[in-house]
């Protein structure tokens, strides 16, 4: 591991989740002199990945950021091959759709399509939700066992009151997901929000996404029309990226 890189990773990592934060908070988190974070950061705002909040001392991500996400989303197969069928699920069911990929213990949003009714809404392609409390992150955390030992290894934070942080708790919600190849949360990371999802699988079987609808906990639990119409919509897009058969099987994961 070169230790430049990595000390640049970790500041970034730190201001994550729109965090602004001055160099000795920053020191005080990376465990570092201040000199030297304060070198780091200089370094990072150069290139735009780090920019310096307006009229104080503190920092938080640049936009160069918001260009090499968009990069990353751009080369996403799945993503690309997705969007057709997420746009179809949101008009068909009403809902807002989310395809979700792993990026450490959180899911990323790769894609997002808003309810269909002209409401004003945000667009939460980009943002990462903790794996445990979604239900994209729990199909994810089924179908790849190791990754999932690795998270419940470790404490889970809570986001709400009704977030499941019992490891217990969650390795029965992951094997009744990994048998019904489906996926609940309700009110598990925003209060009034509940969510429903199914894996993605590529061509190798492997299960390298998934796809949910969310909707608002009122309206919990979803009809059989909605979960017909979110199965059909990760059948399609296995289908496009070659894998013929659905639901996916649960693969051991290669060390």
């Known amino acids: 591991m070169i230790q430049a890189i990595d ?3 970790r500041v970034l990592s730190s201001l994550q989740g729109a965090r602004h934060l001055g160099i000795t908070e920053l020191a005080g988190i990376l465990e570092l002199p ?3 974070v304060h070198g780091i ?5 150069a290139h735009g990945l780090v920019a310096k909040e307006p009229g104080s001392q503190r920092y938080m991500l640049g936009p160069a950021l918001l260009k090499l996400s968009n990069v990353y989303l751009d080369t996403l197969d799945v993503r690309a091959r997705a969007m057709r069928w997420t746009r179809e699920l949101a008009r068909r069911t009403g809902l807002s759709t989310r395809l979700g990929a792993e990026l450490f213990d959180e899911v990323i949003i790769i894609h997002h399509n808003r309810r269909p009714d002209g409401s004003q809404q945000m667009l939460e ?9 979604s239900a994209l992150g729990k199909v994810l955390l089924a179908y790849h066992p190791a990754a ?5 290894a470790g404490p889970l934070r809570s986001l709400t009151g009704d977030t499941v942080t019992d490891p217990a708790t969650l390795r029965l919600q992951l094997a009744s997901v990994a048998e019904r190849a489906l996926a609940m949360e309700e009110d598990e990371a925003v209060l009034g929000e509940s969510s429903v999802a199914v894996p993605v699988a590529d061509r190798s079987g492997t299960v390298i ?8 906990s009122s309206e ?8 017909n119409d979110l199965r059909e919509t990760a059948r399609n897009i296995s289908r496009e990226l070659g894998y013929s058969e659905w639901p996916p099987r649960i693969v051991p994961d290669n060390d």
């Open 41 to 45: 950061v200089k370094s990072l705002q």
């Open 7 to 9: 000390r640049a990773a």
């Open 148 to 152: 999932a030992d690795e998270l419940l």
């Open 220 to 227: 919990w639990p979803p009809e059989a029309g909605v979960l």
């Open 34 to 36: 201040p000199s030297t």
């Open 125 to 133: 392609t980009g943002i990462t939700i903790p794996s445990h409390a």
């Open 209 to 216: 996404a998934a796809v949910s609808v969310v909707m608002p």
